[in-house]
């Protein structure tokens, strides 16, 4: 176990070493209009010394705006995923379910992020909410999708042990659909975290405020490339850490790794 965690410690380092080599050259080639890896580390330090300054609405710490961005991340996937499991639930327990719900995932997963946010002023009056709204919006469909697989390939000798025992539909559900479709859910929600994390950026944009779509936008009109570029380096590590973190629980409740 711990041979295996240094090779794969080892394997991100190289992965890094060569994505810092590309990026030298990238900086080398443009003659340092985009900023090199050493002074997008000088800029880096200087946000760290105070990381969660407020000065105003539109003057914070790239700390502050992260979390802010967090926050709007987890409530609009929380929403989603709660109506997407019981959607799903549905679709892949019932054939009438599916042939009902199927089109509308079909039709409306496609929609761009950008596309749902005027509705989501509309809706909410507020840019906030509609941020919200398109994260949960958009990040529901895998889900969705994911959970109607695992519920409807539960094998016939599952369904036929809760008819022997006359379970009712509450036991069910909670001994034998749920945790046959666990792994198959949380393949879905470790999808949807995915999507709520990149469309976050895009809705910060269009919403301002706080968050750190709307600090690589305030860097972009300030002209400070350096900024733009920590920032696109936080968002990726924070995307990673949250897929390691639902690929932890997905391995946790898959039947194969146990």
């Known amino acids: 176990m711990i041979k295996k965690s240094a090779i794969n410690i080892a394997y991100f380092l190289g992965s890094m070493a060569i994505l810092i080599a590309l990026w030298q050259l990238v900086s080398i080639i443009t003659k340092a209009e985009i900023p090199s890896p050493v002074s997008t580390w000088v800029v880096f330090k200087e946000l760290m010394v105070e990381p969660f300054y407020d000065r105003g609405p539109n003057d914070k710490g790239i700390g502050n705006n992260l979390f802010s961005s967090i926050g709007r991340v987890f409530t609009g996937f929380l929403l989603g995923s709660i109506i997407a499991i019981p959607m799903g639930m549905l679709m892949g327990a019932s054939k009438i379910g599916m042939s009902l719900l199927n089109p509308i995932v079909q039709v409306l997963k496609p929609v761009s992020p950008l596309a749902w946010f005027p509705l989501g002023l509309l809706a909410f009056k507020d840019s906030g909410g509609a941020t919200i709204f398109i994260i949960a919006i958009t990040s529901l469909w895998p889900t969705v999708i994911n959970t109607a697989f695992g519920v409807s390939s539960i094998p016939q000798d599952h369904k036929n042990v809760g008819k022997a025992f006359g379970f009712s539909t509450w036991k069910y559900l909670t001994k034998i659909v749920i945790p046959y479709a666990l792994p198959h859910i949380f393949t879905g929600l470790r999808l949807s975290i995915g999507i709520a ?6 809705g910060e944009m269009l919403s301002g405020g706080v968050g750190i779509g709307f600090f690589v936008w305030d860097s972009w009109n300030g002209l400070s490339l350096e900024k733009i570029l920590v920032a696109i380096l936080i968002i ?4 990673l850490i949250l ?9 946790l409740f898959s039947w194969e790794g146990k």
Do not use: C, P
Request: glycine content about 16%; cysteine-free.
């Open 197 to 202: 994390w990149v469309v976050i950026v895009a």
């Open 236 to 239: 990726g590590l924070v995307g």
């Open 243 to 251: 897929d390691k973190g639902f690929n932890a629980l997905q391995n």
